[in-house]
């Protein structure tokens, strides 16, 4: 049975519970090992009221709030919870960390930035406290940048992690020429991974997916992001203002434009208008790059000054129904999904770039069993199929940093190109004919 009040300090243990929720955890672990009913006091808190207090008090977001997995929580742990990030925290502020601990630190940092609260109508403003506190931990930690990672660049889960962060907390100054060391060689690895053409085939999806599996492969996406941000920022002129949203905060589900407000039938946010970078090589370039007997592919990407294009393109997209679905576009590889919260959207739409080069998309929208949104769709011109892509959303459903993925020949042909891109939503009211 807890005590009605602490033998040493003769006051209601419900002001006791008050005055500890003011405390840091740890100073409330330090609390609990005076006495006995200190501890009963701390850890038998069957209505868990200190515990959650804490825990929202640090501050974290309310999980009664969010949807974890793309399913409510239910029964939260709120002590265990708050110990582990509390532990990750120390663990990326600490220089003693072995690289396990990094990892361990690193999936619970992953963890809470994939459940984070949705955004809601009429809060579309409100920050994620949660991921405020997930971007000062790696950013005054500098933890992405320890050695043990940066030599295991292929971990799923930093891929992940770096995938939703898209450089954000990679920037470097004019003088700093380790930093700009780091970016050139992180640049070359990803352009090697994109424009390997030996990284697509039926068994990985085309580029996203591990082989032969359902798990999408993080490195790879991480290697798309890196690709075509780099890219973008080189961009002048009328592109240099035009931007992908960033950040931890646009990969919150709902945090597009207009996404609060979609219609229940349109789950994903697919109607409305969107904005695509595409990036490719020239196809000279590209074919050496593939013929080339380097045995580190890097070296092609750091040895030689090779430029890409990129290209701007405005799309409108509607939803159609299954049966308006062309034939060309092969529905037979796109199942419908099982689950009736999330049925496979089929959308198609006009889609403009340079004057004199404009076609149609058709393509589809699908939730994996891994909560990962998938975006298939096609270009067409004269009910003929010339590219698709194969990209996925990164973050929550509807993220305002869009997706990203790959686009390729339409029937996979031998020595078809390939090249990154980075679809997002723009609000209706956005600045149009920018080739004008």
Known sequence: MTPTNLGFLPIPLEITEQALTLCHPRDVASFSQTCRQARLLV?????????????????????????????????????????QRIRAESIARS???????LLAALHV????????????????RVPSSSLLWVVDVLESTNMLQRPSFSQ??????????????ALTLDDYDDEDEE???????LRARSRSQVYDLSNYNRDNDWGHLMPKTEEVDWFHIECVVNVISCNIAELEGRFMDIRPPCGLGATRAYSAPHATTRPPYDWAGVEGNWRRFVSFLDYRDFFEFNVSSRSNRMLFFEETNILEATRLIELELHLISPHAVPNYYDLDRFPDS???????????????????????????????????????FASVDEAHMQWKSEGLQIGGIASATGVVGTWIGAHNELGDPVG???????PD????????
């Open 338 to 376: 099982e689950d009736p919260q999330y049925p496979t959207l089929y959308f198609s739409g006009p889609s403009r770039g340079v004057p004199g080069n404009e076609a149609m998309v058709v393509g589809s929208v699908s939730m994996a069993d891994d909560g990962v949104v998938h975006w298939r």
């Open 95 to 101: 220089a003693r960390s072995t690289p396990e601990e």
């Open 43 to 83: 850890y038998n808190n069957t209505d868990r009221y200190l515990w959650r207090r804490l825990f929202l008090l640090y501050p974290f977001d309310d999980p009664r709030k969010t949807q974890h997995g793309f399913c409510e929580h239910t029964d939260f742990h709120w002590m265990t919870e708050l110990q």
């Open 420 to 426: 990154p891109f980075w679809l997002w939503k723009v």
């Open 152 to 165: 295991r660049p292929t971990c799923q889960t930093l891929a992940r992690l770096r995938s939703y962060l």
């Open 179 to 185: 930093g700009k060391q780091r970016m050139k060689a």
């Open 109 to 124: 940092f992953l963890g809470v930035v994939r459940s984070a609260p949705p955004v809601t109508r009429g809060c579309e």
């Open 429 to 436: 009211d956005h600045p149009r004919d920018i080739y004008v």
